[in-house]
Nanobody, 125 residues
Framework: VQLVESGGGSVQAGGSLRLSCAAS????????IAWFRQAPGKEREWVGC????????YYSSSVKDRFTISNDHAKDTVYLQMNSLGPDDTADYYC???????????????????WGQGTQVTVSS
């Protein structure tokens, strides 16, 4: 599976950004795509995910009600809409795929075998 991310950039606090993760090469009819982020000096953090088996989405408590994950099936693209951004959201954002997974998304990065190249998000106060 190949993942290509886009949409990062710099924004002021309170602003919005939308990240895209274009996927190709799935071997199975179902998959999970998750978003992770890693801030400088911090561990990688699970942000949320989309499960294609039932089109469900899940979010970490730190982004719930601010971030929204959506999917364009025709384009095999998953989006991360980020609203009300704050400096704590500054990080490199990655999408990751778990091809063939049914149901809920793992929050542990070790379950994902395909990763995008990452895109940087910087939020200034």
């Amino acid at each position: 599976v190949q993942l290509v991310e886009s949409g990062g950039g710099s924004v002021q606090a309170g602003g919005s950004l939308r990240l895209s993760c274009a996927a190709s090469g799935f071997n199975f009819g179902v998959y999970v795509i998750a978003w992770f982020r890693q801030a400088p000096g911090k561990e990688r953090e699970w942000v949320g995910c989309f499960s294609s088996s039932d089109s469900s989405t899940y979010y970490s408590s730190s982004v719930k009600d601010r971030f929204t994950i959506s999917n364009d099936h025709a384009k095999d693209t998953v989006y991360l809409q980020m609203n009300s951004l704050g400096p704590d959201d500054t990080a490199d954002y990655y999408c990751a795929a778990d091809d063939g997974r049914i149901g809920t998304c793992p929050r542990n990065a070790k379950f994902y075998d395909s990763w995008g190249q990452g895109t940087q998000v910087t939020v200034s106060s």
